[in-house]
């Protein structure tokens, strides 16, 4: 996405596709593989996961595969930045704390 | 009884339904990210289980193309010059045109008005209404039901454009 995102809401949802990357943050996740670990649905998921990207929380790339071998198309994987990853544990430790700033 | 075939029929046609939302809620989308969303849309769509919920998970993707447009047009929109339409004209994402809007409004006001006199032009009703008059009630409350809904729906969108503008104002 090209457009940067000022901030970034830091809701439920957005939460909840935050853990579903800080489980294995190496990970690179589909959205549909965020969909099932997080639970929303897919009018929740996709604009959070672009907010995220365009915030340089994410970076997502194709997946590498031939779609006409592979016999399905290619999915969108997404992982999380070292910016990102940092800015997500500290989310969530400001949320254990209870203090958020 | 039926073939295999004909019982797929309907999946089938669930699933096309699928993949025609997706590619519309595409065009929806920012012209840039209208490639890459319906291509990863359609390989996520293929992941779901059941017709069901493929169905669902394209209706979803029909809404986050309304977000996405919406959030993705807001810098570029503040970005522009204020006062100046072309943008926001060709970037519009609302769900009718200003004209399908003022014709809905129109519409509904006359027939909340209609209705309200209808319904206060029998000031006796009757013990035993014929179903006839049951059903043009039905359809009566139903049709105002709409038009409330559909005004409530632009009154929002108005207020969201208002609150919008205003913020960039700033």
Redesign the interface.
Known sequence: MGKPVRDIRMSFQTLRVLEAFLDNPANQLSGADVQRRSGLASGTLYPILLRLESAGWFVSRWEAIDPVVAGRPRRRLYRLTPSGLSRASETFAIFARGTPT | MKSRNESAWWPRRRDNLARALIQEAACNAPS??SG??E??????L???RGTASRL??A??????SR??AH??LA??LAAAERGTATGFARYDSSFFSSRMRAILLTVGGHVAVFSALASRWQRTPKLHPSPMEIQFVQVQTALVWVFVLVGAYVIAEVVLRVRSSARRGQ
């Open positions: 840039p990210l890459r969303l291509e990863e849309w359609l390989a996520d293929r992941e779901q669902r998970f209706i979803g993707c029909y809404w986050a977000v996405i959030e993705y810098p570029s």
